[in-house]
């Protein structure tokens, strides 16, 4: 077999994997319409910053992202073992926790390293913007982290993405490229220059590659779902406290950084 037919798979599974994330996002425009719809329709209020942010919540990882998985699964002709989920055992737990430590010790050194590194500001995100402007709004953001962030980025890009990547690629490298697109689709999202974007998506692959390598170790969706959700709540929880009882100028330099790349 020549070298040239034998990197078609993996092309192939690149490009399919590529084509789910952003086909996550173009599916979010309906979702976001309708559920748009029913908030005017129950409330009969304007779409304001906080409830555009929790409509977009529930239209991304609540919607589009879970139908795109349902998509891919079906049009593969699969069943849903193909995405592993399962309760967790005591070994998932040990995961979670060693996870959950490792994306945050990552995010924190390593991110607040490249900051100083290239001199440079964080990119801003409009949705953490939002929950800054309004901090009340915070411990909701915190516990919706747990029960549909966590799980619906990591049924799609993780249950999916790094799926078909690891079919035709090895673990290390399935992994790497799931984070990698993940991070990267975030660069929308953002705010500011170029070199500030890319360091903010910098900070965001840290954490993501601890995710992906915790799912390929348990074999369990579950797993990475609970480390991505506990990750984002405690960086929510601790940017409430300082807020509450600091203020915002209290900032520790980790939190302002890592509050941009919060996936919102």
């Known amino acids: 077999m020549s070298s040239d037919t034998a990197g078609r798979p993996r092309l192939r599974a690149v490009l399919v994997a590529f084509g789910l994330a952003l086909l996550g996002f173009v ?6 319409f309708v559920v748009s719809g029913v908030y005017t329709a129950a409330f009969g209020a304007e779409v304001d910053d906080v409830a555009a942010l929790g409509i977009s919540m529930i239209a991304l990882q609540g919607i589009a992202f879970p139908v795109t998985a349902w998509l891919y699964v079906r049009r593969r002709g699969v069943s849903w073992e193909y995405i592993p989920v399962a309760a967790p ?38 949705g953490a913007t939002t929950a800054l402007a309004n901090p009340e709004i915070i411990p909701y953001l915190a516990v919706l982290q747990i029960l549909l962030i966590g799980p619906g980025e990591e049924l799609l890009y993780r249950g999916v993405v790094q799926n078909r990547l690891g079919e035709a690629l090895p673990a290390p490298a399935a992994i ?55 990750y984002n709540a405690t960086l929510f929880s601790l940017l409430y406290i300082t807020i509450r009882f600091a203020g915002m100028g209290e900032l520790p330099q980790f939190l302002a950084v890592v509050s941009t790349t919060l996936p919102l």
């Open 27 to 32: 599916l979010v425009l309906p979702a976001a």
């Open 89 to 126: 055992d005591l070994r998932d737990i040990a995961y979670v926790v060693a996870g959950f430590v490792f994306a945050f010790v990552a995010a924190n050194v390593i991110g607040a390293a490249l900051i100083t590194v290239f001199s440079t500001e964080p990119a801003q995100n409009t």
């Open 176 to 230: 790497f490229l799931a984070s990698l697109i993940f991070a990267s689709i975030h660069f929308f999202s953002l705010s500011g220059a170029p070199q500030a974007r890319l360091v903010s998506i910098s900070v965001l692959v840290l954490p993501t590659l601890v995710f992906g390598t915790m799912y390929e170790l348990s074999e369990n969706l579950v797993v990475p779902a609970l480390i991505h959700g506990a």
